[in-house]
């Protein structure tokens, strides 16, 4: 049986303006209907990827990480909801902070994804974010799921152009 191999890339990210410029990349091009996962350590970068990304929306408002709210919305022409799934204790508790809504409605980004995976559509971007040094990062950027042509391609796309 063939295996299906889904796109995936690495790529170091030198400070947090680098890792902000690959949120933006993202952000211009994403459209309703993008999730991306966002998995790494305490600093590694998940909100400032976020800051960026809505700064690719052109959304305005400050991108703080929401860990004390779990979620935030940037309202705009396509919406962007952050959220902080560090303190989350059920992730079927996403539906109180307009998941389903703004999955079709908006682009989603989840911090600590690992902790709410049950409900990540089967269709995402995960972006996982590692320590290599004081301003170092590493970005491992996977498509998941099945899928052609759609939102998240065109996410991974605009990702890996530097
Ligand atoms: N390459 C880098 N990318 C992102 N943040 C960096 C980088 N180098 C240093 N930093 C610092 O690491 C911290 C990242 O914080 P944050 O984005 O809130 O992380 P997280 O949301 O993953 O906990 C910030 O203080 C930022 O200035
Ligand atoms: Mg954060």
């Not at 004390?68 to 935030?72: H, M, W």
């Given at each position: 049986m063939t295996e299906s191999k889904t796109p995936s890339t690495r790529l170091?990210?030198?400070s947090e303006a680098q890792t902000e410029a690959l949120g933006e990349?993202?952000?211009a091009v994403a459209r309703a209907g993008l999730v991306v996962g966002l998995y790494g350590d305490l600093g590694a970068g998940k909100t400032a990827l976020v800051r960026g990304l809505a700064r690719g929306?052109?959304?305005d408002g400050r991108v703080r990480s929401p860990t004390?709210?779990?979620?935030?919305l940037h309202r705009g022409v396509v919406p962007l909801l952050h959220v902080d799934a560090y303190r989350l204790e059920d992730p079927t508790e996403l539906a109180l902070h307009g998941w389903q809504e703004w999955h079709q409605e908006g682009v989603i980004a989840v911090e600590w994804a690992q902790r709410v995976e049950s409900m990540l559509p089967p269709r995402h971007l995960r972006i996982e974010l590692s320590h290599r040094g004081?301003?170092?990062?590493?970005?491992?950027?996977q498509v998941r799921g099945e899928g052609?042509?759609?939102?998240?391609?065109q996410a991974f796309l605009a990702a890996i152009v530097c």
């Open positions: 170091m990210l030198a990349r993202i952000g929306m052109a959304l004390f709210t779990i979620a935030s004081e301003e170092l990062r590493q970005g491992h950027i052609q042509d759609d939102a998240v391609e």
